[in-house]
């Protein structure tokens, strides 16, 4: 599976963006799929998580009802729509896919090359 984020980009706080993630591959519809982001000098830390099906998901508490994640399985993507930006917002986004991965880096088996997000105030 290869993954292509996009969406990011500059916006002042309390604006939105919308991430999108596009995969390649006919097994799509079979992994979990997760947005993680690092801020410099951070490590990598979990945003969102979203089944295969789509009917769970799951957010990190620094991002519940400001985030939210979504698949769709006929056009291979998923996006993650941010609303209420806030400086600490501010990193660059990953979207990641596996089989058995849900919260942990470390449970992804593929990523992409991430998209900066700047929040300014």
């Known amino acids: 599976v290869q993954l292509q984020a996009s969406g990011g980009g500059l916006v002042q706080a309390g604006g939105s963006l919308r991430l999108s993630c596009a995969a390649s591959?006919?097994?799509?519809?079979?992994?979990?799929m997760g947005w993680f982001r690092q801020a410099p000098g951070k490590e990598r830390e979990f945003v969102a998580a979203?089944?295969?099906?789509?009917?769970?998901?799951d957010y990190a508490d620094s991002v519940k009802g400001r985030f939210t994640i979504s698949r769709d399985n006929a056009k291979n993507a998923v996006y993650l729509q941010m609303n209420s930006l806030q400086d600490e917002d501010t990193a660059i986004y990953y979207c990641?896919?596996?089989?058995?991965?849900?919260?942990?880096?470390?449970?992804?088996?593929?990523w992409g090359q991430g998209t900066q997000v700047t929040v300014s105030s």
């Open positions: 990641a896919a596996g089989p058995r991965a849900w919260s942990k880096p470390y449970e992804y088996d593929y």
């Open positions: 591959g006919r097994t799509f519809s079979s992994y979990k």
């Open positions: 979203i089944s295969w099906s789509g009917r769970s998901t």
